[in-house]
């Protein structure tokens, strides 16, 4: 099958903004009087309006790496770009969505969507609008004045996802945002999700560690492997969106990316090297 | 169903008590100047309260109150914010504000009667002591409790400091703040009837006192319901006000 660019596919804005780039990004942690190497040499290139998905075992890097791309942390080497400007602190232009909602309690739905819009020099009903539209985007019409808690865990990760586009960002960053949903939310949110980015038409980096979740929607999936985090492999993804789950090039790069999760060797560790010691 | 088992048991057991009180005066297990019965109570009752003697102490009681709590429930809300949100602060002032708070108030009694006499002053600083330990130490573990990612929404969104503050600190705080001040005010209220016992011309405490002077122990009995009712119906008021504010949790 011939690779098709995701600007082509039929019903997907074509969007001239939002190109990341990762240069060289080092990063790491100095925990008492030890230094803990996160990310090592991590280069990647987003293209606007690209889906890229990120795997890779738990404690990899990954959420620090968005964590970095957001502006919550400054303290790296190597280049965050986006459209070419060097990332410094957080900004309205790049959204992040966390694991848990994050939502805050006192507030209702609509307040807590309109928190992301108070740096915004826009008219209250300008706002309102926004609110509402985002509201609607998510499939949350109805709910506006409920508290988080009336919500459901798959509602309350709508309204996250709505709250973090209510700014229009060029990128969005998705920490693991189904992660902690069940199978049937989950499958169901990955559909929205999909709908809402073809759309929006903004850049999406999402991390998740569900390999068939990645390959549903990513234009590109992007394998990571910890001490120190770093690609190991990245995979194109040639079919076009919305996509068959059941389609077989969808599997047979599910086994691959798996396979190549679950067989490497870890030089760090004695015991697993021992026991893979046939393989080598 | 269950609420009317509820609603007997809560007027029943006072109800319970009071027939026990009557029967034991009644039968004269013990001596009427240690213990009267709940009728010559009422008696005095209705005779405190048509002198006017009731209403002044009680009236001077709460005055003294409003004062010492306020003073001292908004210093401490001053000084635990201060406390959480500076580092010099916390340095300078953090050990030896743990270690007075472990001092029981009323051992500051003798100290602060030759320092300041037994004047007015000396009753709203007691109370403002009193009134301040449980909100400062409220406000100083509230603050520090704010999750960091509240900060990290914040951060992303690029609120103003004033949205911070208005929208985020002040609603995560405010339920363990005025926990504070709800423990702040009964305490206060205890602290000033057990002052005036000891030292005043005038306030409910005193009124007891001259009454135990005078073996009027109906008198007695008359502060001991009141001063009881009054520290019953301020943390009932405050836990309303509480309620109101928390309502979200509710919803
Ligand atoms: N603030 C921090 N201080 C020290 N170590 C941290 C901090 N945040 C993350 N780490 C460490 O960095 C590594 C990567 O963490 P993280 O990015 O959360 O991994 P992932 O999201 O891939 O599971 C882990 O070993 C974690 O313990
Ligand atoms: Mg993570």
């Not at chain 2, 600083?125 to 990612?149: E, N």
Request: charged share 20%.
């Amino acid at each position: 099958m011939d690779y098709v660019p995701h600007s082509q596919i039929p019903g997907h804005k074509i969007k001239q903004t939002g190109a990341v780039s990762l240069k060289g990004i080092k990063k790491q942690f100095n925990f008492k009087d030890r230094e803990l190497k996160v990310l090592s040499e991590f280069s990647l290139d987003v293209q606007p309006g690209e889906f890229v998905s990120i795997v890779g075992p738990s404690g990899c890097g990954k959420s620090t790496l968005l964590r970095l791309i957001a502006g919550l942390d400054d303290t790296y080497d190597g280049t965050i770009a986006l459209d070419g400007q060097r990332v410094a602190g957080t900004s309205l232009e790049r959204g992040l969505v966390f694991q848990d909602h994050r939502l805050f309690p006192w507030m209702t739905l609509e307040d807590n969507i309109a928190l992301a819009l108070t740096n915004r020099q826009i008219s209250k009903d300008a706002k309102a609008k926004l609110v509402a539209d985002h509201i609607a985007l998510v499939g949350l019409k109805g709910f506006e004045k409920a508290f988080p808690h009336q919500l459901s865990g798959g509602m309350a990760q709508r309204a996250a996802i709505a709250r973090s586009l209510v700014n229009e960002p060029k990128v969005l960053l998705l920490d693991e945002p189904f992660g902690a949903l069940d199978a049937l939310t989950r499958v169901h949110l990955q559909g929205e999700l999909q709908r809402i980015w073809l759309a929006q038409g903004s850049t999406m980096i999402m991390i998740t560690h569900d390999v068939e979740e990645a390959l549903y929607l990513g234009d590109r999936v992007v394998v990571m492997q910890a001490n120190p985090g770093r690609i190991t492999h990245t995979v194109d993804v040639n079919l076009p969106h919305p996509r068959d789950r059941a389609s077989p090039v969808l599997h047979k790069l599910k086994d691959e990316i798996l396979a190549e999760l679950t067989n490497v060797p870890e030089p760090s560790n004695p015991i697993v090297r021992l026991i893979k010691g046939d393989d080598q | 169903m269950k609420p009317d088992l509820k609603l007997i048991l809560s007027v029943g057991s006072p109800l319970l008590l009071l027939i026990v009180w009557q029967a034991v005066t009644a039968f004269k297990l013990f001596p009427p100047e240690v213990l009267v019965s709940p009728t010559a109570v009422i008696a005095a009752f209705g005779e405190v309260i048509t002198t006017g003697e009731l209403q002044r102490h009680l009236s001077e009681s709460l005055t003294r109150l409003a004062g010492g709590f306020t003073t001292g429930a908004s210093l401490g809300l001053l000084f635990g914010l201060a406390l959480a949100l500076s580092k010099t602060v916390e340095r300078v002032f953090g050990p030896t504000f743990q270690a007075l708070r472990q001092v029981p108030v009323l051992a500051f009694i003798p100290m602060l009667i030759l320092l300041l006499g037994i004047d007015e002053v000396f009753k709203i600083v007691i109370i403002a002591k009193a009134a301040f330990f449980p909100v400062a130490l409220a406000a100083y573990d509230s603050v520090k409790g704010v999750p960091k990612s509240y900060f990290e929404v914040s951060s992303l969104y690029r609120a103003p400091w004033w949205v911070l503050i208005s929208k985020i600190l002040i609603p995560a705080t405010i339920p363990n703040i005025l926990a504070g001040v709800r423990l702040s005010l009964t305490r206060s209220w205890l602290v000033l009837v057990a002052a005036e016992l000891i030292v005043a011309d005038s306030g409910l405490g005193q009124m007891m006192e001259m009454g135990r002077q005078m073996f009027r122990l109906d008198i007695v009995m008359v502060g001991v319901i009141v001063a009881g009712v009054i520290g019953f119906a301020l943390d009932r008021l405050f836990q309303l006000l509480q309620a109101h504010a928390l309502r979200w949790k509710t919803a």
